[in-house]
């Protein structure tokens, strides 16, 4: 037999002690047999043969041992052992199992994501060897990663033999058709690539070609398209006959040519791509000679032996170069510091393992944070078990003097105890393992917005496989570990007799419960911080009503979205129409246009000479709306008139402007009458102030508003601003109905609920609060549940010292008190610790935060009372049941 | 006493030996055969036979099954193996050796 047979042994051994039996009982039998045959009588036979075959206890023992591993029988053993003593007490262990489980899943699903946006490199060849290039301006000091067309090419020439670079637009949704699908309008995701893009990231076809760098030659030349591997099977079922299929974007004709090999979703974690056209294909051709027009990003793959630091000084020569032509066109009045400054321009090569990602951007500190939390509620989930660990081996502390008295080895009570642990933890995992997969996903779904869902790969691997085993190794060390290392160096003297002294071990405890207080506290701390930001947040006035309006773009039929046309009079007083007619649709309150939404993402920057001031002080947001505006979107109007329709003359010369704005530049006076110029358009053109409208934000919950001014609508260009009565989703088809049968070229666009983009700009902060009120109440659980264990534990320890106690006429109160004292030293100890931490921790937390600072009032007393409350409703029924405690009855038990 | 302990490490060498020449042989058997063959003069520790045997079979010298008796009872009946019967010719030449030695001090002692 093999050590295979002994291992299956090792899981069976009643069946080979069966067998062992057996053996043994036949031989018995047949000596005795033996006996009476040659007279002997049966009795004495029976006797003869057991005598002569010894002790068969011990003859079991020693082929036991031959026939199975030893040590692998006793762990199970062990294990045996431990489970039926965790399901003795079922609700001890429940709770632990769920506590545990909790923590491990919630670290687990912080891992998973942490992993899958910031950790895990792109599925592409040698992903080490990728680089993205970044340039940095002192006047404006981030790293911006987009780039011009013309610098890009002097770049890829200049490193050309070292460094292949190649080029990506920012993936966006885009209307395509498919030839053959009857003319209906799809989004798909799609991004603009360099020609070698796809093949320097070392991806392979997985039909037809990839793009190549013939593809990459002359602006509108080359209409082919690469799908991803996804998207040919979720929209195609992954048919081959794909290949040659032609769609239109707008009014551009592309072909499918090829589709890239499976696992590739593209470059940027959390953000899928359906499909590449080449650069060369860009909508508005004049940016790829357009040394003003950033809208690309630059990435690289270093060739075999050249690093990163090798081809910056060529690139940044490349970079000097380009700054100092685009210098020479400044104006001549440009003060001198502001050149040199504009000179001292550098370019960074940067690793991208991982590819770009501006999720990673908006996530990686939120999701360390989550991180780091999720550990703290697996430290204070650790200590919760190993105070019920410590409780547990002192209340079975008899039953370890006994076995340590009648010979069994430390090492074996060790093993015993940490086997127990195992088990638990083992447990905990496969629910924590369940637990993340159902809570990582949904995280996701927290990250995406209503415009740009987020994709991660989740699936499970042994990175997180890794991981698990490792938390729950971890967690087995910390919380079995040392409380086993005490119970097994119990000394058998002292232990067995009877009431030994175990105040050491008390103060195991009490410190066990200190460090859990503390780790409790920071996560209420951190989470409190995060919820009192997000409540800021939500109490921000914006300045405009956000329900019921809903956003519906105006887009153009005609080939060429920027033509001039729509910027004239005549287009600006169709628009006007256009509002006309959706005001007639039932359902429709009122209705504006506006050439972008608030929140939308778009911006007007412009630069006003007002008189009086110097320039260069003039930078503020226009915003072109239509009449009725205000009112559409519940802007306050403070001061003098709003926009009318007689407004909008051939060159408009009214204005509105909103309270920052008047703040700024007329302080202490009224702006109503005043006149200003716009510095880069209709120079010489006054706007008259009509009115003072109320401060409105832009784009960003948290920004304040900028300097903003209102204006007549420039054209047929933009967005519909809707305010319904009742369920928008029933008045849209309508509106849409309405603006196709408008005629003049134009139909309608995307839809959006102007709460839904509020709503997606606080999208991080949401998730945020959302998972720290989560943890704050997981925390706040877990401490609960400790605090009680550790006080009934107390209780139950000293029931006769109570007694004695008042018997000789203590009052309840003062056995209350006693009973508490000690777990509110340690709760003091725990708070203090905790504050000393909280502040280490945040540090980091303090830059996501609004309007609220670590360390004001409510953030202190917030976690400080929600503690101090969970503490007493933990501490009141051991406290109760002290308080009850009958000296007689206390006393009989001994 | 002194009977047994001249068995203890020549046991397994017996063991094999008899299985080599009589075939299958339960517990009992073995222990009858030994005691048959030298004329009762090795008595076998029968504690320590059963132990022997469960090793033997572990270390894949002799290999065991369950069979019925002429009396149609069920005994776990033992047979050398391929691997055992190499054994048995080591374990002959070294008992040969020893005794040999043992032998030669006897006669110039």
Same mark, same amino acid.
């Given at each position: 037999?093999?050590?295979?047979?002994?291992?299956?042994?090792?899981?069976?051994?009643?069946?080979?002690?069966?067998?062992?039996?057996?053996?043994?009982?036949?031989?018995?039998?047949?000596?005795?047999?033996?006996?009476?045959?040659?007279?002997?009588?049966?009795?004495?036979?029976?006797?003869?043969?057991?005598?002569?075959?010894?002790?068969?206890?011990?003859?079991?023992?020693?082929?036991?041992?031959?026939?199975?591993?030893?040590?692998?029988?006793?762990?199970?053993?062990?294990?045996?052992?431990?489970?039926?003593?965790?399901?003795?007490?079922?609700?001890?262990?429940?709770?632990?199992?769920?506590?545990?489980?909790?923590?491990?899943?919630?670290?687990?699903?912080?891992?998973?994501?942490?992993?899958?946006?910031?950790?895990?490199?792109?599925?592409?060849?040698?992903?080490?060897?990728?680089?993205?290039?970044?340039?940095?301006?002192?006047?404006?000091?981030?790293?911006?990663?987009?780039?011009?067309?013309?610098?890009?090419?002097?770049?890829?020439?200049?490193?050309?033999?070292?460094?292949?670079?190649?080029?990506?637009?920012?993936?966006?949704?885009?209307?395509?058709?498919?030839?053959?699908?009857?003319?209906?309008?799809?989004?798909?995701?799609?991004?603009?690539?360099?020609?070698?893009?796809?093949?320097?990231?070392?991806?392979?076809?997985?039909?037809?070609?990839?793009?190549? $760098?013939?593809?990459?030659?002359?602006?509108?030349?080359? $209409?082919?398209?690469?799908?991803?591997?996804?998207?040919?099977?979720?929209?195609?079922?992954?048919?081959?006959?794909?290949?040659?299929?032609?769609?239109?974007?707008?009014?551009?004709?592309?072909?499918?040519?090829?589709?890239?090999?499976?696992?590739?979703?593209?470059?940027?974690?959390?953000?899928?791509?359906?499909?590449?056209?080449?650069?060369?294909?860009?909508?508005?051709?004049?940016?790829?000679?357009?040394?003003?027009?950033?809208?690309?990003?630059?990435?690289?793959?270093?060739?075999?032996?050249?690093?990163?630091?090798?081809?910056?000084?060529?690139?940044?020569?490349?970079?000097?170069?380009?700054?100092?032509?685009?210098?020479?066109?400044?104006?001549?009045?440009?003060?001198?510091?502001?050149?040199?400054?504009?000179?001292?321009?550098?370019?960074?090569?940067?690793?991208?393992?991982?590819?770009?990602?501006?999720?990673?951007?908006?996530?990686?500190?939120?999701?360390?944070?989550?991180?780091?939390?999720?550990?703290?509620?697996?430290?204070?989930?650790?200590?919760?078990?190993?105070?019920?660990?410590?409780?547990?081996?002192?209340?079975?502390?008899?039953?370890?003097?006994?076995?340590?008295?009648?010979?069994?080895?430390?090492?074996?009570?060790?093993?015993?105890?940490?086997?127990?642990?195992?088990?638990?933890?083992?447990?905990?995992?496969?629910?924590?393992?369940?637990?993340?997969?159902?809570?990582?996903?949904?995280?996701?779904?927290?990250?995406?917005?209503?415009?740009?869902?987020?994709?991660?790969?989740?699936?499970?691997?042994?990175?997180?496989?890794?991981?698990?085993?490792?938390?729950?190794?971890?967690?087995?060390?910390?919380?079995?570990?040392?409380?086993?290392?005490?119970?097994?160096?119990?000394?058998?003297?002292?232990?067995?007799?009877?009431?030994?002294?175990?105040?050491?071990?008390?103060?195991?405890?009490?410190?066990?419960?200190?460090?859990?207080?503390?780790?409790?506290?920071?996560?209420?701390?951190?989470?409190?911080? +995060?919820?009192?930001?997000?409540?800021?947040?939500?109490?921000?006035?914006?300045?405009?009503?956000?329900?019921?309006?809903?956003?519906?773009?105006?887009?153009?039929?005609? $080939?060429?979205?920027?033509?001039?046309?729509?910027?004239?009079?005549?287009?600006?007083?169709?628009?006007?129409?256009?509002?006309?007619?959706?005001?007639?649709?039932?359902?429709?309150?009122?209705?504006?246009?506006?050439?972008?939404?608030?929140?939308?993402?778009?911006?007007?920057?412009?630069?006003?000479?007002?008189?009086?001031?110097?320039?260069?002080?003039?930078?503020?947001?226009?915003?072109?709306?239509?009449?009725?505006?205000?009112?559409?979107?519940?802007?306050?109007?403070?001061?003098?008139?709003?926009?009318?329709?007689?407004?909008?003359?051939?060159?408009?010369?009214?204005?509105?402007?909103?309270?920052?704005?008047?703040?700024?530049?007329?302080?202490?006076?009224?702006?109503?009458?005043?006149?200003?110029?716009?510095?880069?358009?209709?120079?010489?053109?006054?706007?008259?102030?009509?009115?003072?409208?109320?401060?409105?934000?832009?784009?960003?919950?948290?920004?304040?508003?900028?300097?903003?001014?209102?204006?007549?609508?420039?054209?047929?260009?933009?967005?519909?601003?809707?305010?319904?009565?009742?369920?928008?989703?029933?008045?849209?088809?309508?509106?849409?109905?309405?603006?196709?049968?408008?005629?003049?070229?134009?139909?309608?666009?995307?839809?959006?609920?102007?709460?839904?983009?509020?709503?997606?700009?606080?999208?991080?902060?949401?998730?945020?609060?959302? +998972?720290?009120?989560?943890?704050?109440?997981?925390?706040?659980?877990?401490?609960?549940?400790?605090?009680?264990?550790?006080?009934?534990?107390?209780?139950?320890?000293?029931?006769?010292?109570?007694?004695?106690?008042?018997?000789?006429?203590?009052?309840?109160?003062?056995?209350?008190?006693?009973?508490?004292?000690?777990?509110?030293?340690?709760?003091?100890?725990?708070?203090?610790?905790?504050?000393?931490?909280?502040?280490?921790?945040?540090?980091?937390?303090?830059?996501?935060?609004?309007?609220?600072?670590?360390?004001?009032?409510?953030?202190?007393?917030?976690? +400080?009372?929600?503690?101090?409350?969970?503490?007493?409703?933990?501490?009141?029924?051991?406290?109760?049941?002290?308080?009850?405690?009958?000296?007689?009855?206390?006393?009989?038990?001994? | 006493?002194?009977?047994? /302990?001249?068995?203890?490490?020549?046991?397994?060498?017996?063991?094999?030996?008899?299985?080599?020449?009589?075939?299958?042989?339960?517990?009992?058997?073995?222990?009858?055969?030994?005691?048959?063959?030298?004329? /009762?003069?090795?008595?076998?520790?029968?504690?320590?036979?059963?132990?022997?045997?469960?090793?033997?079979?572990?270390?894949?010298?002799?290999?065991?099954?369950?069979?019925?008796?002429?009396?149609?009872?069920?005994?776990?009946?033992? /047979?050398?193996?391929?691997?055992?019967?190499?054994?048995?010719?080591?374990?002959?030449?070294?008992?040969?050796?020893?005794?040999?030695?043992?032998?030669?001090?006897?006669?110039?002692?």
């Amino acid at each position: 037999m093999s050590w295979l047979s002994r291992l299956t042994n090792a899981f069976r051994p009643d069946r080979l002690d069966d067998e062992l039996e057996e053996e043994l009982r036949f031989h018995l039998e047949a000596r005795a047999e033996e006996a009476v045959h040659r007279g002997a009588n049966p009795q004495d036979a029976a006797v003869e043969a057991r005598l002569r075959l010894g002790n068969p206890l011990h003859t079991r023992e020693t082929s036991r041992d031959a026939k199975l591993l030893p040590w692998l029988e006793s762990l199970l053993r062990d294990a045996r052992f431990g489970f039926r003593m965790l399901r003795k007490d079922s609700a001890v262990t429940a709770a632990a199992l769920a506590s545990l489980a909790l923590a491990i899943g919630a670290s687990l699903a912080a891992f998973a994501l942490v992993d899958a946006l910031l950790l895990r490199p792109l599925p592409v060849y040698q992903p080490e060897r990728l680089v993205q290039l970044s340039t940095w301006d002192e006047r404006d000091p981030h790293e911006n990663y987009t780039f011009n067309y013309p610098l890009f090419e002097r770049c890829r020439q200049a490193t050309r033999g070292q460094l292949e670079l190649f080029g990506m637009s920012n993936q966006s949704p885009e209307a395509v058709v498919f030839a053959k699908s009857g003319g209906v309008q799809e989004k798909v995701r799609l991004q603009y690539a360099s020609g070698n893009a796809l093949t320097s990231l070392g991806i392979r076809p997985a039909l037809g070609r990839l793009l190549n $760098p013939s593809d990459d030659l002359r602006p509108g030349a080359h $209409p082919v398209a690469v799908l991803s591997y996804d998207f040919w099977m979720r929209r195609f079922g992954g048919d081959p006959a794909v290949l040659g299929r032609w769609f239109s974007n707008g009014a551009k004709q592309f072909q499918i040519v090829g589709v890239t090999a499976k696992g590739f979703t593209g470059i940027e974690p959390g953000k899928d791509t359906d499909l590449w056209v080449p650069t060369m294909m860009w909508s508005v051709p004049e940016d790829l000679s357009d040394a003003g027009s950033y809208w690309f990003i630059v990435l690289g793959r270093l060739k075999p032996g050249v690093t990163a630091e090798a081809v910056r000084p060529i690139l940044q020569g490349v970079y000097a170069n380009f700054l100092r032509e685009q210098a020479a066109g400044f104006r001549a009045d440009e003060s001198r510091a502001v050149v040199d400054s504009f000179l001292h321009g550098s370019l960074h090569v940067l690793p991208a393992p991982n590819g770009p990602s501006r999720l990673r951007e908006t996530f990686a500190r939120p999701l360390w944070i989550l991180a780091a939390v999720a550990g703290l509620l697996l430290l204070i989930a650790c200590s919760n078990l190993a105070n019920l660990f410590t409780a547990r081996a002192l209340a079975r502390e008899r039953e370890m003097a006994l076995r340590i008295s009648i010979g069994a080895g430390r090492g074996r009570l060790l093993r015993q105890l940490l086997v127990e642990g195992l088990l638990l933890a083992g447990a905990a995992s496969v629910l924590a393992a369940m637990f993340a997969a159902v809570a990582a996903p949904s995280l996701v779904g927290l990250l995406s917005t209503s415009d740009s869902p987020a994709y991660l790969d989740l699936h499970p691997d042994w990175r997180m496989l890794t991981f698990l085993l490792l938390a729950c190794t971890a967690a087995t060390l910390l919380f079995a570990l040392l409380p086993a290392l005490r119970a097994s160096g119990v000394s058998p003297h002292e232990a067995l007799k009877s009431g030994g002294k175990q105040s050491v071990r008390s103060s195991a405890l009490r410190s066990m419960l200190a460090a859990q207080i503390a780790f409790s506290f920071v996560v209420l701390f951190v989470a409190g911080l +995060l919820l009192l930001s997000f409540r800021q947040l939500t109490h921000v006035n914006l300045g405009f009503r956000k329900s019921g309006v809903v956003l519906i773009g105006v887009e153009t039929t005609d $080939p060429n979205p920027f033509a001039k046309i729509y910027y004239t009079p005549a287009a600006r007083l169709t628009a006007l129409q256009l509002v006309d007619r959706v005001r007639e649709v039932p359902g429709v309150r009122n209705a504006a246009m506006c050439e972008f939404g608030f929140f939308s993402g778009s911006l007007m920057g412009e630069n006003v000479r007002i008189p009086g001031r110097a320039p260069g002080d003039g930078g503020i947001y226009g915003v072109p709306v239509s009449p009725g505006f205000l009112e559409t979107t519940g802007v306050r109007l403070l001061e003098g008139r709003t926009l009318a329709p007689s407004d909008f003359t051939p060159t408009p010369s009214v204005v509105l402007v909103n309270q920052t704005f008047a703040r700024r530049y007329y302080p202490g006076e009224d702006p109503v009458g005043k006149r200003f110029a716009f510095a880069e358009r209709d120079r010489d053109l006054p706007q008259d102030i009509i009115g003072v409208v109320q401060d409105v934000r832009l784009q960003s919950v948290r920004q304040p508003a900028p300097p903003t001014v209102f204006v007549p609508l420039r054209g047929l260009n933009g967005t519909l601003a809707v305010r319904v009565d009742g369920d928008p989703w029933k008045v849209v088809p309508l509106v849409r109905r309405q603006i196709n049968a408008f005629g003049h070229s134009v139909r309608a666009g995307d839809v959006t609920l102007q709460s839904a983009l509020v709503d997606d700009d606080l999208v991080r902060e949401r998730l945020l609060a959302l +998972l720290a009120g989560f943890f704050a109440l997981a925390a706040l659980a877990l401490a609960g549940v400790g605090l009680y264990g550790v006080l009934s534990y107390s209780v139950v320890r000293r029931t006769k010292e109570i007694g004695i106690r008042m018997a000789l006429g203590a009052r309840q109160s003062s056995v209350v008190r006693l009973v508490v004292r000690e777990i509110a030293a340690a709760a003091g100890i725990g708070i203090a610790a905790g504050l000393v931490l909280g502040r280490l921790l945040a540090r980091p937390v303090e830059s996501l935060l609004y309007e609220v600072k670590a360390g004001d009032f409510w953030s202190l007393a917030l976690p +400080l009372t929600l503690l101090l409350a969970a503490a007493a409703l933990a501490a009141f029924r051991p406290a109760y049941r002290a308080a009850k405690v009958e000296p007689a009855v206390a006393l009989r038990n001994e | 006493m002194a009977r047994q /302990d001249a068995l203890q490490g020549s046991l397994p060498l017996l063991v094999l030996k008899i299985l080599a020449r009589r075939g299958p042989l339960h517990g009992y058997g073995i222990a009858v055969q030994i005691e048959a063959m030298s004329e /009762d003069i090795l008595r076998v520790e029968e504690g320590s036979l059963y132990p022997a045997l469960h090793r033997m079979e572990e270390a894949g010298w002799i290999k065991a099954k369950w069979a019925t008796t002429p009396s149609n009872r069920r005994a776990r009946a033992y /047979d050398i193996t391929a691997a055992g019967r190499k054994q048995l010719e080591g374990e002959l030449i070294r008992w040969r050796s020893i005794t040999a030695a043992v032998d030669a001090v006897l006669e110039q002692a």
